[in-house]
């Protein structure tokens, strides 16, 4: 090959690389809130959880970007992460009825069992918080933000039927920030 066309296929991988590291960490559309369904949980819990469940998973991490805390294991609304987040990997939080959703769509998990128990005040506000904050670093519209059960052939009750989501998504909504 000689070296102009060497230069110009160079340039093109280059290009294209240089817009895909653009693109990826800014194409997220979707935040996707879940509840653990349990009353602990770690990073270290939850990625031991993920390998069992999801064994088949190239990447070996967390499935969501953030988990908030509820004080047993992690703190009252700590929010805390793994690499997933770190790097920007798609998540691996929706079934694969709804791929966009784990491609684009960054999931946040609640540490508790929403169908039992009420959200803490202090996780929730933690919540709500993070939310915001993705949302006007990505600029997510309010109606690309859903509880994992309500997106569209999703068939679980997350994040719980006494999650509050009408009032979450009057808090997250432009006039709330």
Same mark, same amino acid.
């Given at each position: 090959m000689n070296r102009r066309?060497?230069?110009?296929?160079?340039s093109a991988i280059l290009g294209?690389?240089?817009?895909g590291a653009i693109y990826w960490p800014t194409r997220w559309k979707y935040i996707v809130v879940h509840h653990s369904a349990g !009353?602990?949980? =770690?990073?270290?819990?939850?990625q031991q959880i993920h390998r069992e469940r999801q064994s088949g998973d190239p990447i070996d991490a967390i499935?969501?970007?953030?988990?908030?805390?509820n004080g047993h294991g992690l703190g009252m609304g700590e929010i805390a992460s793994d690499w997933r987040k770190d790097y920007d990997i798609w998540g691996a939080h929706v079934s !694969?009825?709804? =791929?966009a959703r784990n491609l684009l769509g960054l999931g946040i998990c609640l540490v508790g069992n929403f169908e039992t128990s009420t959200v803490p005040p202090k996780q929730y506000e933690a919540l709500v918080a993070l939310t915001r904050t993705l949302m006007k670093r990505y600029n997510i519209a309010q109606e690309n933000v859903l509880g994992h059960g309500l997106i569209r052939g999703e068939s679980t009750k997350?994040?719980?039927?006494?999650?509050p989501?009408?009032?979450f998504r009057r808090e997250i909504g432009a006039d709330a920030a």
């Open positions: 066309k060497f230069f110009l296929a160079s294209v690389l240089g817009a !009353g602990f949980a =770690t990073i270290d819990f939850l499935p969501y970007h953030y988990v908030i805390g !694969g009825n709804n =791929t997350c994040p719980g039927s006494k999650f989501f009408d009032k």
